[in-house]
């Protein structure tokens, strides 16, 4: 389904570049900077297209819940672990994580209105992995762990510019979905899935049902 939004979107574009070449071509230049400016702001128009039309192809359809990776952990010091997130694509990364708890954030589009009726399912897009401690003493004096797992790579994020303008397009939301701050563990394994309301980390093993258990 994304695959042929990202179509529609690139021939509009392709669209809007005939049309500014035309005019930039069309007649002699005594009406020229009249004629330029209007093809240029066509052919910037077709630019800007073509890059959110990258920038939604690198969202990924929600047809159902499934999983998108499992994260795993290794102590390598007080409040401090190496963590593996191996996602649904079998991609491996790590990273280094501080702190007593860690979170996985997504960025989510929901599609309402027209686009809704017509049954174009959810995107979304694995944004972040982060650590958190548990007292505020040490949130304000402690080494904090952010790490991005998705970026806009060609200088427009779509998701970004619909929560700056407060999610007022009418046909499509920009929200998060967070799976819950759960504990680290020396050991522990999760398994993390989304679904329409967002993400939710399970345990995979004894480790980190202990750390749930201990935690709560």
């Known amino acids: 389904m994304y695959i042929a939004i990202t179509f529609l979107i690139a021939f509009i574009a392709l669209l ?47 047809e159902q819940e499934h999983s998108v990776g499992t994260v795993s952990f290794e102590r390598m010091g007080d409040q401090h672990f190496m963590v593996k997130f191996a996602d649904e694509d079998g991609i491996s990364q790590e990273f280094e994580l501080y702190g007593d708890q860690w979170q996985l954030d997504a960025r989510m589009l929901k599609w309402k209105g027209v686009l809704a009726r017509w049954g174009i399912e959810p995107a979304y897009r694995l944004d972040r992995l982060s650590g958190r401690y548990l007292t505020l003493q040490d949130e304000r004096t402690k080494e904090r762990s952010v790490h991005a797992l998705g970026e806009s790579g060609h200088g427009v994020d779509v998701w970004a510019l619909l929560r700056d303008m407060d999610n007022r397009v009418p046909v499509v939301d920009a929200v998060y979905g967070s799976a819950t701050f759960l504990p680290m563990q020396d050991g522990a394994v999760y398994e993390v899935r989304i679904s329409h309301t967002g993400l939710l980390a399970r345990p995979l093993n004894q480790q980190a049902r202990t750390a749930l258990n201990e935690w709560q």
């Open 16 to 62: 809007l570049v005939f049309w500014g070449g035309k005019v930039l071509l069309k007649g002699n230049w005594l009406f020229g900077f009249l004629r330029g400016t209007v093809g240029l702001l066509l052919l910037a128009g077709a630019l800007l297209i073509v890059l959110v039309a990258l920038d939604v192809y690198s969202y990924r359809n929600l």
